[in-house]
């Protein structure tokens, strides 16, 4: 998807990600992170359309998180992009929106630095994180 149709903007953050493919359990790691998806980089990619539990493993978090998400996008192996696919993840309610939201934020200012991060904001017209003195707080969902 090209990045001025995605609905918020990604950072190319590599954090271990599960998720189940039939009978079995795989771990593989994103590419890129959003506020409201991921890409995984896989050589096995789900169907799109197809819905699983992922289960994100956010370092600085105590335990790890978990959403249901719809395959969006799969980029076969073989071809001119790296292989993997796309997530949509889908919230329970507002409240673990904004929780993973945090994270995100938390995780794209540790990893762009505040002054990539607001640009990126700003250029897309989101909100950014709060953050106290520039320093990123990642905060568990309670």
Not at 11 to 27: G, S
Not at 32 to 39: E, H, I, N, Y
Not at 106 to 131: C, F, K, W
């Amino acid at each position: 998807m090209a990045p001025h149709n995605r609905k918020a903007p990604r950072a190319p953050i590599e954090i271990k990600v599960e998720y189940r493919r039939l009978n079995a359990f795989i771990a593989d790691y994103t590419r890129d992170l959003s506020r409201g998806g991921l890409f995984i980089a896989t050589e096995r990619p789900l169907e799109q359309g197809e819905r699983a539990l992922f289960t994100l493993t956010v370092p600085k978090l105590p335990s790890p998180l978990s959403f249901d998400g719809v395959v969006r996008r799969v980029v076969p192996p073989g071809g001119d992009e790296p292989p993997g696919m796309g997530v949509e993840l889908l919230f329970a309610d507002d409240e673990e929106r904004l929780a993973l939201q945090h994270v995100v934020d938390g995780l794209m200012i540790e990893h762009l630095g505040m002054a990539l991060y607001s640009r990126m904001m700003r250029m897309r017209n989101e909100p950014a994180d709060r953050t106290t003195a520039g320093n990123p707080v990642i905060v568990p969902p309670e």
